[in-house]
Structure formats: C-alpha cells, structure tokens
C-alpha cells in the first residue's frame, strides 16, 4: 500500500534552516498535500501549516513568518520550509494530504509516518 514518506528532518542548532519534503511511497496518479502537523514529546499533535487546493495557507501563531508550505503537484510532493528555527520547534512532523493511486480511484486521506526535527545547541 502506497504512503507518504516525509524526509529532511534532522538534528539542528537555533537559528538555521531546514526544508522538509513529503511525497508518496510509490507510483500514484495525484497527490494534493493539505497540511504539516507536528508532535512534541508529551504534547498532543498540532497542525502547524496547512495548504488548501487553491493554494491558500494558513500557518500557527508559532510559525508565522518563519514557516513556509507549499506543494508542487507535477512532481507530486509538498514541502515545509523552516527558517529559523527554535528550540520549541523540536518535533516529529508529519505530512497529510489526498492520495489517488490512479485516475480511477477516489482520493484517500493519509498521513506519513513523521521525520523528527530536533533543535538543539
């Protein structure tokens, strides 16, 4: 069964920049990425971008003017750009979106199994 696969986290200092990618597991006809949600340890998941087919965004107070969503849906993969980071940014981020194996499928919501980003000195 087709997923997405997040990639691009990793263990970096404050104040630099990450770009986070998600994109399906295998061959898919369409992917439309609706949004990023993250987990810190002991907290409950929040979204922290999101992206509607038209292309409006929508981001937490936390991120703004630091994060940025967008998707391209030719190579059918979204991305979370994350500028300067904070430490409080430390989370497993994961990927949503609607999946449609071919053109004769319905889109299925799915989510991706999270990459941590860790920020640290």
């Known amino acids: 069964q087709v997923q997405l696969v997040e990639s691009g986290g990793g263990l970096v200092r404050p104040g630099v920049s990450l770009r986070l990618s998600c994109a399906a597991s295998?061959?898919?006809?369409?992917?439309?990425?609706k949004g990023w949600y993250r987990q810190a340890e002991g907290k409950v998941r929040e979204l922290v971008a999101g992206i509607t087919r038209d292309g409006s965004t929508n981001y937490a107070d936390s991120v703004k003017g630091r994060f940025t969503i967008s998707r391209d849906n030719a190579k059918k993969t979204g991305y979370l750009e994350m500028n300067s980071l904070k430490p409080e940014d430390t989370a497993v981020y994961y990927c949503n979106g609607d999946l449609r194996n071919t053109r004769f499928d319905r889109d299925v919501e799915v989510w991706g199994q999270g990459t941590l980003v860790t920020v640290s000195s």
């Open positions: 295998g061959s898919i006809f369409s992917l439309n990425v």
